[in-house]
């Protein structure tokens, strides 16, 4: 069963967590101790943890689920505590798991995408405890996986149904992505595009380049397709969200020689889609412009494409309600900036958990994200648990 809690709770800095957290080199799957460090400062507070390992061999992934309390309604926070790899480790000026604080500034792979906004909302969830007494007048959770930045088959989603197994219920859910351009108060995610992935392959007739007529080249018709999917607009977007692209991400037709026709080529290209569409939809738009732009091949054996598609999310819309504006609320008072209401961006979690509960996303700014020397301002680390507190405390506030 949750705990829930009476007493006085412990103070957590968020800048010495999200060190501790930094210095576990958890790079996707690998957990190397950051669920551990979390867990302790979790049941420091009075959290009832449970670690949830799905998978097997290199792909499993281990998560956690940790609730405060007893009662509804159920504040939950999600996150990762996984982080992508440092890439070359010259092009770092430190330790990219040592968690150094330098001019202000705390340094290292998931400074701010996301340990230092997991950190931020454990200190204020015990700030806030102790500001009502020691006791949540409901109860709040933390649903942390190690696989947002992987495949994201073994994390959130899972745990969301386990969850549902249990007869556990999420009312509301902060995402902690890094979701500011430029500074804290920029913005926050109340929805996200959907994205698909496809990858296409033309067969033809390998021959030689000085001889066409005795082959059938399959870059051409490729090329005419690739011309048809990237010259036509889905939509000019919508109230919400961007219009839909395309983009191709690769070309390879595998052929060293000059003088050599391949005998196929192949293509991957990247949909970002909003509202307008579902990837059904999206399928079926990619389907008939490879139709239509496909000549009639000179060999009619090879007449035809391969189209293999791999959904990593549909597009959804956490409407502005009392979740959105209690955020926007929060950031506002502490940041003096009121921010804008976005679906910009790539996928998160957010795409699991808007099926069980509305979700938003607010986090650090996400500027060096992904890069050599990733890091967050100190001060936004601090102001981030200070937003974290007052939307709890405007949460759990009489409607």
């Known amino acids: 069963m949750p705990k829930s809690t009476s007493q006085t709770l412990p103070d957590t800095d968020p800048i010495e967590l999200t060190r501790a957290l930094i210095r576990c080199p958890s790079v996707t799957p690998a957990d190397e101790g950051a669920l551990g460090v979390l867990q302790e400062a979790l049941e420091a507070l009075g959290f009832s943890c449970t670690r949830l390992p799905f998978g097997k061999g290199e792909a499993r992934v281990d998560n956690l689920y940790a609730r405060l309390g007893e009662a509804g309604p159920n504040f939950c926070f999600a996150g990762h505590t996984d982080v992508v790899p440092v890439g070359a480790r010259e092009s770092w000026s430190v330790d990219p798991f040592g968690g150094e604080v330098r001019d202000g500034e705390l340094y290292g792979r998931g400074a701010a995408d996301m340990k230092g906004a997991i950190a931020a909302f454990v200190s204020a969830v015990s700030r806030?405890?102790?500001?009502?007494?020691?006791?949540?007048?409901?109860?709040?959770?933390?649903?942390?996986?190690?696989?947002?930045?992987?495949?994201?088959?073994?994390?959130?989603?899972?745990?969301?149904?386990?969850?549902?197994?249990?007869?556990?219920?999420?009312?509301?859910?902060?995402?902690?992505?890094?979701?500011?351009?430029?500074?804290?108060?920029d913005m926050i995610k109340i929805g996200r595009r959907g994205s698909l992935t496809g990858r296409l392959t033309v067969n033809g007739v390998q021959g030689h380049t000085a001889y066409p007529h005795l082959a059938d080249n399959p870059a051409h018709r490729l090329a005419r397709i690739l011309v048809?999917?990237?010259?036509?607009?889905?939509?000019?977007?919508?109230?919400?969200?961007?219009?839909?692209?395309?983009?191709?991400?690769?070309?390879?037709?595998?052929?060293?020689?000059?003088?050599?026709?391949?005998?196929?080529?192949?293509?991957?290209?990247?949909?970002?889609?909003?509202?307008?569409?579902?990837?059904?939809?999206?399928?079926?738009?990619?389907?008939?412009?490879?139709?239509?732009?496909?000549?009639?091949?000179?060999?009619?054996?090879?007449?035809?494409?391969?189209?293999?598609?791999?959904?990593?999310?549909?597009?959804?819309?956490?409407?502005?309600?009392?979740?959105?504006?209690?955020?926007?609320?929060?950031?506002?008072?502490?940041?003096?900036?009121?921010?804008?209401?976005?679906?910009?961006?790539?996928?998160?979690?957010?795409?699991?958990?808007?099926?069980?509960?509305?979700?938003?996303?607010?986090?650090?700014?996400?500027?060096?994200?992904?890069?050599?020397?990733?890091?967050?301002?100190?001060?936004?680390?601090?102001?981030?648990?200070?937003?974290?507190?007052?939307?709890?405390?405007?949460?759990?506030?009489?409607?």
């Open 128 to 185: 806030y405890a102790t500001a009502q007494g020691g006791r949540v007048p409901g109860s709040i959770s933390l649903l942390i996986t190690g696989d947002e930045e992987g495949d994201a088959v073994n994390g959130t989603i899972k745990v969301l149904g386990w969850l549902k197994d249990q007869g556990e219920t999420i009312d509301d859910c902060l995402v902690g992505e890094p979701t500011n351009p430029e500074a804290l108060g």
């Open 228 to 399: 048809a999917l990237t010259g036509d607009t889905l939509d000019e977007g919508s109230e919400h969200f961007q219009a839909t692209t395309l983009q191709v991400s690769t070309i390879d037709v595998g052929n060293p020689a000059t003088n050599v026709i391949p005998g196929s080529a192949r293509a991957t290209f990247n949909v970002r889609f909003n509202d307008h569409h579902t990837s059904t939809d999206v399928i079926a738009w990619i389907r008939e412009r490879c139709e239509a732009a496909m000549p009639k091949p000179a060999a009619p054996e090879t007449a035809g494409y391969d189209l293999k598609v791999h959904v990593s999310g549909e597009s959804f819309l956490t409407p502005p309600g009392r979740l959105a504006n209690l955020t926007r609320d929060a950031v506002a008072e502490v940041t003096g900036v009121a921010p804008e209401f976005s679906t910009t961006g790539g996928t998160s979690d957010a795409r699991f958990i808007k099926d069980h509960c509305p979700v938003v996303e607010f986090g650090l700014v996400g500027q060096t994200m992904h890069k050599a020397d990733e890091r967050s301002a100190v001060s936004d680390i601090e102001a981030l648990t200070g937003i974290y507190e007052r939307i709890l405390t405007r949460y759990f506030e009489a409607p």
